[in-house]
């Protein structure tokens, strides 16, 4: 039905930048929030940064100042730019959207595949 797909991951040195993109397609009404959380290796899915739709966000204090999360409402899309990346930023990145996919019914949350970001030191 709705399927949310993620780009622009890979491997990159420390002080570096990289840029994600989910696109989100399908059967859509409406999106409300979205946003971007990540895992590392044996650590728990955490949340690094939601914007809703009117564009209001927070972040993770690990990466407030450093990591910039956008979107364009009329392409189903969220961004994720991430600069000065650390080691520790290193772990799989998953988009996350609130979608509604009909007149009546509520928003329910969708994620997609995942993808791998890289820091090395």
Do not use: H
């Not at 189903?76 to 959207?97: R, W």
């Amino acid at each position: 039905q709705v399927q949310l797909v993620e780009s622009g991951g890979g491997l990159v040195q420390a002080g570096g930048s990289l840029r994600l993109s989910c696109a989100a397609s399908g059967r859509i009404f409406s999106i409300a929030a979205m946003g971007w959380y990540r895992q590392a290796p044996g650590k728990q899915r955490e949340l690094v940064a939601r914007i809703t739709r009117g564009g209001s966000t927070n972040y993770a204090d690990s990466v407030k100042g450093r990591f910039t999360i956008s979107r364009d409402n009329a392409k189903n899309t969220v961004y994720l730019q991430m600069n000065s990346l650390k080691p520790e930023d290193t772990a799989v990145y998953y988009c996350n959207a609130d979608v509604t996919v009909t007149l009546v019914s509520g928003p329910v949350p969708y994620w997609g595949q995942g993808t791998q970001v890289t820091v090395s030191s």
